[in-house]
């Protein structure tokens, strides 16, 4: 829960590179997620739509999110964007509306957060976040911004130490919503966390995404085109990693953990 008051489901569903992505969402939905993660740069906003609408799960109890890419951050072509994905989607309003990356064209933070906050008075979306800013990012936005920030979504998972990340959102209340959960399949052959879903009787990913939301505060959308991989995926509220297993997997993380990092469009990363 952030400190403006949005929960957002614990695992929610990804949605980049799925494509036309209706039927996968459908069921997505029908096996019970809750909460839908696209972005107008995934091409994946036309599929959300159908998808949601094929599922016959009511608007009001999905938590919708989607993104204004970075080639947008000016006002009057964000408000454009806003417009776009809706029409994508098919609906009237997002639960929460992200800036996908940070500006690389020296736009002003105070513009694109002023774009951010006008989307959201305008009911056009619930809830507004910032996706792979910084640290010192977030809380410029945060007081930049005339509406409150949510959440910040960023890459997490054992490989990855966001430590320092987790601790800036719980400190300013905001959710940390973590993509690439599962390392994009990276950590699959991985032997401590095949130990420890062998004791447990769970699967890797399982792990991996019981690890994520145990400490709290945190939101995962991992992504599957596979309904079998899609159920065992909301099966982690089901049983507790012990403190010493927390730990184990906290040693997993490596130098080189991170998976999404553009040249040239990547801020510094705490
Ligand atoms: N804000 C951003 O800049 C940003 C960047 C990257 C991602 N994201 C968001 O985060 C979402 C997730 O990240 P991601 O798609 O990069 O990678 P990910 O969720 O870490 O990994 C996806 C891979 O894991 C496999 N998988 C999923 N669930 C599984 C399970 N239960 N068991 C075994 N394998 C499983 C999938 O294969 P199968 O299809 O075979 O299951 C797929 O190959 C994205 O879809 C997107 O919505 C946001």
Same mark, same amino acid.
């Given at each position: 829960?952030?400190?403006?008051?949005?929960?957002?489901?614990?695992?929610?569903?990804?949605?980049?590179?799925?494509?036309?992505?209706?039927?996968?969402?459908?069921?997505?939905?029908?096996?019970?997620?809750?909460?839908?993660?696209?972005?107008?740069?995934?091409?994946?906003?036309?599929?959300?739509?159908?998808?949601?609408?094929?599922?016959?799960?009511?608007?009001?109890?999905?938590?919708?999110?989607?993104?204004?890419?970075?080639?947008? @951050?000016?006002?009057?072509?964000?408000?454009? /964007?806003?417009?776009?994905?809706?029409?994508? @989607?098919?609906?009237?309003?997002?639960?929460?509306?992200?800036?996908?990356?940070?500006?690389?064209?020296?736009?002003?933070?105070?513009?694109?957060?002023?774009? @951010?906050?006008?989307?959201?008075?305008?009911?056009?979306?619930?809830?507004?976040?910032?996706?792979?800013?910084?640290?010192?990012?977030?809380?410029?936005?945060?007081?930049?911004?005339?509406?409150?920030? /949510?959440?910040?979504?960023?890459?997490?998972?054992?490989?990855?130490?966001?430590?320092?990340?987790?601790?800036?959102?719980?400190?300013?209340?905001?959710?940390?919503?973590?993509?690439?959960?599962?390392?994009?399949?990276?950590?699959?052959?991985?032997?401590?966390?095949?130990?420890?879903?062998?004791?447990?009787?769970?699967?890797?990913?399982?792990?991996?995404?019981?690890? @994520?939301?145990?400490?709290?505060?945190?939101?995962?959308?991992?992504?599957?085109?596979?309904?079998?991989?899609?159920?065992?995926?909301?099966?982690?509220?089901?049983?507790?990693? /012990?403190?010493?297993?927390?730990?184990?997997?906290?040693?997993?993380?490596?130098?080189?953990?991170?998976?999404?990092?553009?040249?040239?469009?990547?801020?510094?990363?705490?």
């Amino acid at each position: 829960m952030s400190k403006s008051g949005v929960a957002i489901p614990a695992i929610g569903f990804g949605t980049s590179q799925l494509g036309d992505c209706g039927e996968i969402v459908a069921k997505a939905l029908q096996l019970g997620y809750r909460h839908i993660d696209t972005a107008w740069k995934y091409g994946s906003e036309k599929g959300v739509g159908e998808g949601i609408r094929a599922s016959g799960v009511p608007r009001d109890e999905i938590f919708l999110t989607t993104k204004v890419s970075h080639e947008y @951050l000016r006002a009057p072509d964000f408000a454009r /964007s806003v417009d776009e994905s809706l029409g994508n @989607l098919g609906v009237d309003y997002v639960d929460m509306l992200h800036v996908h990356w940070p500006t690389i064209d020296n736009i002003p933070l105070a513009e694109t957060m002023g774009a @951010l906050a006008k989307a959201k008075r305008e009911g056009k979306t619930r809830h507004i976040g910032v996706a792979n800013f910084n640290i010192a990012l977030t809380e410029e936005a945060m007081r930049l911004c005339p509406e409150p920030l /949510s959440t910040l979504q960023a890459e997490y998972h054992p490989y990855l130490d966001q430590a320092k990340v987790l601790a800036a959102c719980r400190r300013l209340g905001i959710v940390f919503t973590a993509y690439c959960p599962l390392a994009r399949g990276r950590l699959f052959n991985d032997p401590v966390l095949a130990d420890i879903a062998r004791k447990r009787g769970k699967t890797i990913a399982q792990v991996a995404l019981r690890w @994520l939301v145990q400490q709290g505060n945190i939101a995962a959308i991992p992504r599957s085109a596979n309904p079998q991989h899609m159920a065992e995926s909301l099966q982690v509220f089901d049983f507790e990693l /012990s403190a010493s297993e927390m730990q184990r997997i906290d040693g997993l993380k490596r130098p080189d953990g991170r998976i999404a990092n553009p040249k040239g469009r990547a801020p510094p990363w705490d």
